[in-house]
């Protein structure tokens, strides 16, 4: 069974300019989260799409945006990038919202802001 | 919301040792407790976990124990190894399980 997958794994950008993450889970999984990573503030919930539907979300600027298709694919946005917004950003999936508990993480997408 | 602290930031062990690694939460409400490995370039790798409703439980040489009332809980490997080097992150979470709020992880290294 495929795991997550994460594309792009390495991206530049700079600020000012958007980016957009895209993550499949693995078959079968309905439920996507979506986490920050970085030195400083190391992995902060973004937040979690089961359905379509944004479950909950974190303690992020409107910047950041998500969605989920009918496939359980999700897409994430960073519109006027900044230069904290440089990260690993970290897609996970889990089975669905009341299963395990366990999320699969990818292995992310590294995004530097120039 | 939740917060979780995660002791030590470094921890260095001669391999065949013990390591632990503690973490503490403040919402009583939380209720699932899991610990993450991070190698170097990947993501993070669920190792063990634990719900409100059990105290410890072990998985070969990884157990993870839990004081609800003290809001502790902890990591212990035994007889570590190499590969056990990596950052491993404690978390916690509600009913919500794809909301987790971690720790700020551990740096373990295993010299041989």
């Known amino acids: 069974k495929a795991g997550v997958t994460q594309t792009p794994r390495y991206l530049i950008k700079t600020r000012g300019q958007q980016v957009t993450l895209s993550c499949s889970p693995i078959s079968g999984h309905r439920s996507v989260s979506w986490y920050q990573q970085t030195p400083g503030q190391g992995l902060q919930f973004l937040f979690e799409?089961?359905?379509?539907?944004q479950r909950n979300k974190g303690n992020f600027p409107g910047r950041f945006s998500g969605r989920q298709f009918s496939n359980s694919r999700s897409e994430m946005n960073v519109s006027t990038l900044e230069l904290g917004d440089s990260a690993l950003y970290l897609c996970?999936?889990?089975?669905?919202?009341w299963g395990t508990g366990e999320l699969f993480f990818g292995e992310g997408s590294r995004l530097t802001v120039l | 919301g939740e917060n979780v602290e995660q002791h030590p930031s470094t921890l260095s062990v001669q391999e065949g040792d013990s390591a632990v690694i503690k973490c503490t939460y403040s919402?009583?409400?939380?209720?699932?407790f899991p610990w993450y490995k991070q190698e170097l370039g990947k993501g993070p790798q669920l190792i063990i976990d634990i719900r409100s409703n059990v105290g410890e439980k072990k998985d070969q040489r990884i157990a993870v124990t839990l004081n609800k009332t003290a809001k502790h809980f902890s990591l212990h490997i035994t007889e570590t190894q190499p590969e056990d080097s990596a950052v491993y992150f404690c978390a916690a979470s509600g009913e919500d399980w794809g909301k987790l709020q971690f720790g700020a992880g551990t740096q373990v290294v295993v010299t041989p």
């Open positions: 799409y089961f359905s379509e539907t």
């Open positions: 919402d009583s409400a939380s209720n699932y």
């Open positions: 996970a999936s889990s089975p669905d919202r």
